[in-house]
């Protein structure tokens, strides 16, 4: 099996960074990641890391998917996610909804044990992995792993876990798969910063999609699919999310405009993926039973 080990990382996704490793439609791959701090903090005495050489929300890859032409879907199924025994948190002053109440940096450092997360003597919590970055490169120029937006990204969205499928556009020969920022654990909009910051191994299995037409970035769950937009505000990253999927839906169900959107609201619901990043990023989720009553299968 291909593995892409965690010296291939950068913080861009751009089509000017070469290929870690390259694949065929349908391989599977596995990629090892360092967490957002570039695995650089690994005690609460030292919140602003143990090097200075950092990269932010650095991502493993690219993963070049021969056969993958622009215009193209790529499938990518999220097999497993398997994380190290620890996951560090650490404060900040300027984003999230606590902005402004931490002036002094701070790290909390939080043990793994199998699927259990040891937050203090009386909770544990527990674990949900999930990927905060993934995403393609860009046809222009390139996007800082920060960023979330149409080619995937920082999107933390905590419903990219195991046994999922994302769709994400084709905008350059290849592919250019990267992904990285592993989350032990995160809520719905990601309040303080970050979520449960952890590095480990992810193993996909990539498929190229000729005349596919999704609303990507589009998820796959066992029971819904879902649209992941990203916008400068919630409001407007909802509504982009809302319209996607009531497209989606009218053409899946071949019903009027009029319909998709009465059955838009009575069964899709909205979610804040994350408030916290350069763009703020909501997702809207449809049950999959519904679209099976108008034949639709998930490709
Ligand atoms: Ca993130
Ligand atoms: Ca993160």
């Known amino acids: ?129 999930m990927i905060g970055v993934i995403g393609t490169a860009p046809g222009g120029e390139g996007i800082d792993t920060a960023t979330p937006g149409g080619h995937g990204g920082n999107m933390d969205c905590r419903k990219i876990g195991e046994g999922t499928a994302l769709y994400l556009p084709v905008a350059v020969q290849g592919a250019l798969l990267s992904l990285g920022d592993l989350h032990a654990l995160m809520g719905d909009g990601e309040v303080f910063i970050c979520g449960l910051e952890t590095a480990g191994e992810v193993t996909v299995r990539v498929h190229v999609l000729k005349n596919c037409r999704l609303p990507v970035p589009f998820l796959l769950t066992a029971d819904k699919v879902m649209t992941i937009q990203s916008a400068p505000t919630t409001d407007e990253a909802g509504r982009k999310a809302v319209l996607r999927m009531e497209a989606f839906v009218r053409e899946a169900a071949g019903i009027s405009e009029l319909k998709s959107g009465m059955l838009m609201s009575l069964a899709a619901d909205m979610s804040i993926c994350q408030i916290v990043d350069p763009k703020m990023t909501v997702r809207v989720e449809f049950p999959r039973k519904i679209l099976a009553q108008y034949g639709w299968e998930a490709i």
């Open 1 to 129: 099996m291909l593995y892409i080990s965690r010296e291939h990382v950068h913080d861009r996704l751009d089509k000017e960074i070469a290929p870690a490793a390259v694949c065929d439609s349908g391989d599977t791959v596995v990629f090892q990641t360092r967490d957002c701090y570039d695995d650089s903090v690994t005690c609460e005495e030292r919140p602003l890391g143990d090097r200075r050489d950092t990269l932010e929300n650095p991502a493993t890859g690219p993963l070049y998917i021969r056969g993958a032409l622009p215009g193209d879907i790529l499938k990518v199924e999220i097999l497993t996610i398997n994380l190290r025994s620890w996951g560090a948190m650490c404060s900040s002053f300027s984003y999230g909804a606590f902005a402004g109440r931490f002036p002094e940096p701070k790290a909390a450092i939080f043990a793994i044990n199998g699927d259990q997360i040891r937050f203090d003597e009386k909770l544990t919590l527990d674990c949900c992995p």
